[in-house]
């Protein structure tokens, strides 16, 4: 059991002359009371005091110089499901200067930030880094500038990982017409990142020419130069695409686009190219109104590969807890992997931060609780696969679509997507892709209530499913300052080839009641559960919160309960959570 107190005290003001310099102080107390039953009997107590604080002064904040310098201590606390609680301590402390000059104004930054995280894992971090942005908006139109230098280095259970990188990006939009008709957008980007694990410097011209030839008729034009030199090798990418967009009589748009790409990597070459006309068509009709949509793409590929080894970089994933995420190639070498955050900066570590485990020839991937990668968090991966027999191949895509609302409350749907690969030279490969999905549903929205059905039966050679979904939302206000809702939704998906089903269902309810002008309470209950072979979680919790404010005074009173049972990994946690909170606002 723990119990913790925070008291937040702020106060501003100036030096001689809000021109001189002006302030900001907070004090940040924290005190955490920690007891803890063993299953002999024993019993431990701890107390943790934090000597928090935040501070901001800004000089000279009406001249065309002006420097700001700030520092502030904190402490975060992370709750995760089958893991014990972590905190994070950190100490940040920076500057930063502003030339505010019209021909060019400037701002150049300093950060440094000092965090240790304990919990199921004790991590470090030590993390320099400066920024500099400048702009000229001048007759060459709007050019900016944006540079970062950042040093950090991780230690994670005695593990230190550190990563260097510097990145900069040259921008500039031009106006060629002086009335927006005809606009150039430029960018030139320089990333170096150099770690324990890889190192790469990446450059990139990107140009977008817009045109706006009459009010109903736009042409854009994009080419797209990239490089990348890595310790494997380099990889080298140009693309080149064509859009036109044509609004007929307001409600009948074509949509064309024509595009190619080059891609040179370690050990072979793709090349792409194709072209799509897509429309749409929207008409008013008695008591609604129609909507449809038809597109049409087609692509070909021509790849020579000469090594049986390719490298990957920079795979984008995204990690949630219960669903199975697999690499997008088979055969991967699972020595390889590097796995990092969006931005490519922090490295993260096998068997503490995330897991790597097989599924027939397939790598899938999967975040640990309590690790450093957060519940639905975005990743890169790199990574080296086995290549296949490389072969030449044309992809043929179509889309329809078609749906009907009546009286902005009751809509009718259907789609239709299907892509299909044709073999054209090469080593014939042992299966080709062909993918259709069908999606049907109908939803009805009054004014208290709204019911929404799908179904979607996808036929490919990956994975065949069929699956449907219902859902129910029901709002009243049966009184004056009395709010509730109901929602529950059923589904199930069957997996074609195994006859496996996979069931799910939810139900939440939701009260909440104004108890006077100065005050309001919301109780909440939920059930979640989840029923197949790769997943078997049930969740049931509720959760009650009490809010008021009177003058300068505010607080609430929070109370949450959390049970979560995974059968498969036969783990169990039950989660108690009381937070009261008092705020005064002194001026």
Known sequence: M??????????????????????????????EQTSQMSEEGEKRKKRNFLEGYSAEFTFL?????????????????????????????????????????????TILSYNHEESTQTGFHITDNDTDEFHLSMQYNKNLGDTRLIASYKDSTQTTDGIPISVLQQKARLQN??????????????????????????ESTRYELYENLSWRHRRNLTTKYTFRYNIMNFEAGSRESRALRFNLNHLLYENFTTLFNADGLSNHFPGGRELAYGAGLNFGYNREIPWGMLNIN??????????????????????????????????ANEHVDIDSIVVT????????????????????????????????????????????????????????????????????????FYMYNHSKQSFLSGIPPDELIDDSIHTAGTELDLKWSRTKFEFKDRQTTNVPTTSWRAEETVTLRPFKGVFSSLYGSYGTTKFKDTGEIEKFNTIRATIQVRTSRWSRFRVEGFRNKISGAAERITDTGVSSTFEWVYRIWSGSLRYRFLNEEDEIFQETRNNHYILFEIKRALF
């Open 2 to 31: 723990t119990y913790s107190e925070k008291i937040d005290i702020e106060t501003r003001g100036w030096v001689y002359h809000p021109a001189l310099v002006t302030y900001k102080l907070s004090a940040l107390p924290q005190w």
């Open 61 to 105: 904040q009406y001249k065309p110089y002006t420097l700001r310098i700030f520092a502030k201590r904190q402490r975060s606390t992370l709750n995760s499901s089958f893991a014990e609680r972590s905190k994070t301590e950190s100490d940040h402390y920076g500057a930063t200067l502003m030339l505010k000059y019209n021909v060019l104004p």
């Open 173 to 198: 939009y031009y106006d060629l017409t002086k009335d927006k008709r005809v606009t150039l957008d430029s960018s030139l980007i320089y990333e170096d990142t150099q770690s324990d694990f890889t």
């Open 294 to 327: 038809i597109g049409h793409n087609y692509n070909i590929n021509n790849r020579d590969i000469t090594a049986d080894s390719i490298q990957v970089i920079d795979e984008f994933i995204i990690l949630t807890t219960g669903i199975i995420t697999l690499l």
């Open 341 to 412: 955050d969006n931005t490519g900066t922090i490295v993260y570590i096998r068997d503490i931060d995330y897991r790597i485990t097989e599924t027939d020839s397939f790598a899938r991937i999967s975040r640990i609780p309590g690790g450093g990668i957060a519940d639905g968090q975005e990743v890169l991966v790199d990574y080296k696969h086995l290549s296949n027999p490389a072969f030449d191949y044309s992809t043929f895509g179509q889309s329809y679509g078609i749906s009907l609302s009546f009286w902005s409350a009751w809509k009718i």
